[in-house]
């Protein structure tokens, strides 16, 4: 009994990541392919971009802080403290930064996205877009996805700025320690492979969590309680995911680095 | 098919030599158990009404989507506008598909968008320009009777109205086959009548093919009795003993299609989920 259940179980899991990977690759292709719907591409920057500025910004800031109050404290027992703004920028631009966001916009838009679309499916409006005529995958999907991919990348480089300013606010007004030399070690150590990893990584993060939160929202059934599993499948997938494949991308970035 | 009810004058006659607008041939489609439909075969010929009938939960709105190729069938063959769409890619089928209009059980209204762009939906897409659209909106919606509500937001509209809004969506671009799937399902007696009228109005005016799921019997009687007057700007019923030739009835019982015919075969079938039914 156990095994048939393993058993079922474990089939279920290999035919939800077939699905997965065929409707993600096909979300891929479609990127490249007309018709692209420009109009629902800017609306949904404006609500994934701009509407996750402020969350993103404030988890950028107070993560900064805590890395230099943490760091500071260690640091200082080597009589190294003033390498802090090191620390922190190092940490926020070729991790945190990218991670962070990913998680912080995947909690908020992943959600969304799942919501919505399997809301439309219960309500047969994805049926209706289809009967009249109109791709859901090229119409609702890929202009998501999209604007996943274009607006993680901008909101990770604001929480690094930010990441960054929260470090320099803890080490001046509660380290009491020297703004410009903080801000001189930041820069002066920060190089073109480690913005290019932290710039690198929310391209996938944001292909990750926007294609997962359309495929949960496509296929959801079982009216609105299936658009609530929908909805925290695609949150616990696309933030277990991005740390996955962060731990991944990361290992490959390093080896082309080194 | 025996038509012995008597025809009535006004109605568009039937296309002999025409191909069928739809044919299903030995059709079957499961999900994860049980056969939902088991071997269906009909056909709607040009400017027929086809009322399929059979109570909830026994297939009508999958056979449906099946015909829209919303759905695609495990066994057999589903002819839309004489192609076989059973193994059609998506691609493929939204051309056939603009050819055709549905209107959802529940209207399936896009919620952010206002009547007007739901309505016009179809034309946003062609990218028809917005005073062409504006005026064909305004003309769909007259049809249903609600010009008023172009602006609004479907959230603000009772059920009955979106049911209508939805009919107007699906006829803005005269299709040449209409769906309707339980139009009148969950509405009280007088926005019924209402919905109906309309169907007889598109059926008797545009004499556009139909298929109309229902498990009302009222609705589909009024509709086998009734005949729009274009000169009363209504639904008048037909003389005693007539009733519209085109109009014709199937009847789904546990996936299987147990009845074909008019309404008087109807009336006059002996087979027991018929008398079951219509009793």
Redesign the interface.
């Known amino acids: 009994m156990a095994f048939i259940a393993i058993d079922r179980t474990a089939k279920q899991i290999v035919l939800t990541v077939q699905e997965y990977s065929l409707f993600a690759g096909r979300a891929f292709l479609n990127l490249f392919r007309p018709p692209i719907y420009w109009t629902d591409f800017l609306i949904q920057s404006d609500i994934i971009g701009f509407g996750s500025l402020p969350i993103v910004i404030l988890s950028g800031f107070f993560t900064g802080g805590v890395l230099a109050l943490q760091s500071s404290a260690t640091l200082s027992a080597f009589g190294a403290a003033a390498v802090t703004g090191q620390f922190v920028s190092l940490t926020m631009v070729r991790e945190l930064g990218a991670v962070l966001t990913g998680i912080m916009v995947s909690g908020r838009n992943a959600s969304s996205i799942a919501s919505e679309l399997g809301s439309m499916v219960v309500?047969?409006?994805i049926?209706?877009?289809?009967?009249?005529?109109?791709?859901p995958m090229r119409k609702l999907v890929t202009p998501r996805i999209f604007a996943c991919i274009a607006m993680l990348l901008f909101l990770t480089i604001v929480a690094d700025a930010f990441g960054i300013a929260g470090g320099a606010a803890v080490t001046v007004f509660l380290n009491h320690q020297d703004g410009t030399q903080y801000f001189h070690m930041a820069y002066e150590h920060l190089h073109y492979p480690d913005i290019i990893q932290g710039l690198v990584k929310p391209l996938f993060f944001g292909y990750l969590l926007g294609s997962i939160g359309c495929f949960y929202g496509m296929r959801t059934t079982g009216g609105t309680e299936g658009v609530g599993r929908a909805t925290i499948s695609a949150v616990v997938n696309s933030s277990v995911l991005i740390i996955a494949v962060d731990f991944l991308i990361t290992h490959v970035l390093l080896a082309i680095f080194a | 098919m025996n038509h012995a009810a008597a025809s009535a004058p006004s109605s568009p006659a039937l296309e002999p030599d025409a191909g069928p607008v739809v044919a299903l041939r030995g059709v079957s489609i499961a999900f994860d158990g049980p056969p939902v439909l088991k071997d269906i075969t009909f056909s709607v010929a040009p400017a027929e009404t086809r009322i399929v009938l059979g109570p909830a939960g026994v297939g009508k709105s999958v056979l449906l989507?099946l015909i829209?190729g919303?759905l695609r069938p495990q066994n057999g063959n589903v002819l839309l506008f004489g192609e076989d769409i059973s193994r059609m890619s998506?691609?493929k089928l939204?051309?056939l598909?603009?050819r055709?209009?549905?209107v959802?059980?529940?209207g399936?209204?896009?919620?952010s968008l206002t009547v007007r762009d739901n309505v016009a939906?179809?034309l946003i897409?062609e990218h028809v320009p917005d005073e062409d659209t504006d005026s064909r909106v305004r003309e769909a919606l007259s049809f249903v009777g609600l010009e008023e509500t172009f602006g609004l937001y479907p959230p603000s509209l009772s059920g009955g109205m979106k049911r209508r809004v939805a009919i107007a969506?699906a006829l803005i671009h005269h299709p040449e086959l209409i769906l309707y799937d339980s139009p009148t399902g969950g509405l009280d007696p007088v926005t019924s009548t209402t919905i109906i009228e309309l169907i007889v109005k598109q059926r008797d005016v545009h004499a556009a093919p139909a298929l109309l799921v229902t498990h009302r019997l009222q609705d589909a009687f009024t509709l086998c009795n009734h005949r729009f007057d274009a000169e009363q700007n209504r639904m008048v019923p037909l003389p005693a003993g007539q009733t519209n030739p085109n109009t014709t009835f199937l009847m789904l019982d546990e996936g299987r299609l147990i009845f074909d015919g008019s309404l008087d075969e109807l009336l006059h079938s002996q087979t027991s989920f018929v008398r079951e039914f219509l009793e």
């Open positions: 309500t047969e409006q049926d209706a877009m289809r009967a009249l005529g109109v791709d | 989507k829209l919303l998506e691609e939204f051309p598909r603009s055709a209009g549905m959802f059980q529940e399936a209204l896009f919620d939906y179809r897409q969506r």
